[in-house]
């Protein structure tokens, strides 16, 4: 079961876009990475999903080099309602355990 | 609506008085999962099943106990719980596989309070 390294927490103006590193230096070759968002008082939300190079969707980019050993969640443009603990876990996509860690509180400033 | 529901949402409890917590879905997952919350320590997997009358394990199942005899339901025991207890929990189910296998709906939460 890969661990993983995150800040503990960050902050960023409105309208910036934010880039939130998780190093996981031994993820496995099936290993995805996966990240989710919380907010207070909420069960974790999905956000995005990736393997490798690149991916997007209506919310996020993930960012995934070569060597996989670490990840860049990018949130294009922030607001407010982004003020969230972002987790990021590796992890099998078969698997059955997930660790969450203590993930990396964002909050966006006015 | 495509959902997981806990209950109770809110319980305040006595040290060694049996309480179940109940977690349901409705989108036919096979994989279900608890997670308990507390301030600094994340989220951490209490247990979980990757189908019925299967279950596991987590990083932290002393003090817990599950049951999964039906694909929607998956309740977490507590047969006497302790304030160490005291904690959101939270009830999770995806699929068991493929691409959607990491993507985990989470239910609302249950803050629990043992004194």
């Known amino acids: 079961l890969a661990k993983t390294t995150q800040p503990i927490s960050m902050d960023s103006y409105e309208g910036q876009e934010v880039n939130i590193t998780c190093s996981h230096n031994?993820?496995?070759?099936?290993?995805?990475i996966t990240w989710y968002q919380q907010f207070p008082s909420q069960g974790p939300r999905f956000i995005i999903q990736?393997?490798?190079t690149k991916v997007t969707n209506e919310v996020a980019s993930l960012f995934i080099p070569a060597d996989r050993k670490s990840s860049t969640l990018s949130l294009p443009r922030v607001s407010l309602s982004d003020t969230a603990v972002y987790y990021c876990?590796?992890?099998?996509?078969?698997?059955?355990?997930?660790?969450f860690g203590t993930g990396t509180s964002l909050t966006v400033i006015p | 609506e495509a959902q997981v529901t806990q209950n109770p949402r809110y319980l305040i409890t006595v040290t060694g008085k049996k309480l179940t917590v109940t977690c349901s879905q409705n989108m036919n997952h096979e994989y279900m999962s608890w997670y308990r919350q507390d301030p600094g320590l994340g989220l951490r997997q209490i247990y979980y099943?990757?189908?019925?009358?299967?279950?596991d394990k987590g990083d932290v199942p002393e003090g817990y106990k599950v049951s999964r005899k039906e694909k929607r339901n998956f309740p977490l025991i507590l047969e006497s719980p302790s304030p160490n207890q005291t904690s959101l929990y939270f009830c999770?189910?995806?699929?068991?596989?493929?691409?959607?296998?990491?993507?985990?709906?989470f239910g609302p939460g249950t803050r629990l309070t043992v004194l």
């Open positions: 031994n993820i496995a070759t099936n290993d995805y």
């Open positions: 990736g393997y490798k």
């Open positions: 999770a189910s995806s699929w068991s596989s493929g691409e959607k296998g990491n993507e985990q709906f």
């Open positions: 876990l590796v992890g099998d996509i078969s698997g059955n355990q997930f660790y």
């Open positions: 099943s990757m189908n019925v009358e299967v279950t």
